[in-house]
């Protein structure tokens, strides 16, 4: 369990599973990610299943990222194995999904920045990446307040849209933190 000022990232629990799947029905929400399709409450229940094996497997994954305030779910953050992308592998990805409700608040920037602190820190990872596809202003923004850098573009095959590849390496992660 990770703590930031406003934010609880924590493994999850079954009351996750209808407030992630609202997220995961929001069309706008979804815009940027793979084909832009909504998810419903089973295939939530499935990517949180599949999340919580990275867990165990990779001893790390995907954060519920809880409002401390209220104990509302607002998303997710953390860190994954981004095989959709066979390319930038062998790599870790940083990722984040919040719901509307908490867009334009800092929180996924809030929430991003432990999960790196978290992988550089606690798991010893040397390099961190994030991907967007081409667009997704916004996650763009949010991984250049991380201090990462665009690698460059490609095409995620699993859907055609083109994507960027942003990253940052333990060394200067150091040097942007201090």
């Known amino acids: 369990m990770l703590e930031t000022p406003r934010l609880l990232l924590r493994r999850w629990r079954e009351e996750d599973v209808a407030p992630l799947a609202a997220v995961n029905a929001d069309p706008e929400v979804m815009r940027w990610i793979g084909d832009g399709s909504v998810r419903d409450e089973q295939r939530t229940r499935s990517g949180i299943e599949a999340v919580e094996h990275e867990w165990e497997a990779q001893g790390f994954g995907l954060f519920a990222v809880?409002?401390?305030s209220t104990g509302e779910l607002a998303g997710f953050?953390?860190?994954?194995?981004?095989?959709?992308?066979?390319e930038v592998l062998p790599a870790v990805e940083a990722g984040?999904?919040?719901?509307?409700?908490?867009w334009g608040q800092g929180l996924a920037t809030e929430a991003a920045a432990a999960a790196v602190r978290f992988g550089f820190e606690d798991r010893g990872l040397e390099r961190i990446v994030s991907i967007a596809q081409v667009g997704n202003d916004a996650s763009e923004r949010i991984m250049v307040k991380l201090g990462m850098h665009p690698f460059g573009e490609t095409v995620d095959p699993s859907c055609g849209r083109r994507v960027r590849v942003f990253g940052l390496f333990s060394d200067r992660y150091v040097t942007v933190t201090r």
């Open 66 to 68: 809880e409002i401390r």
């Open 77 to 86: 953050t953390g860190l994954s194995i981004p095989d959709f992308l066979p």
């Open 96 to 102: 984040w999904r919040l719901g509307r409700a908490h």
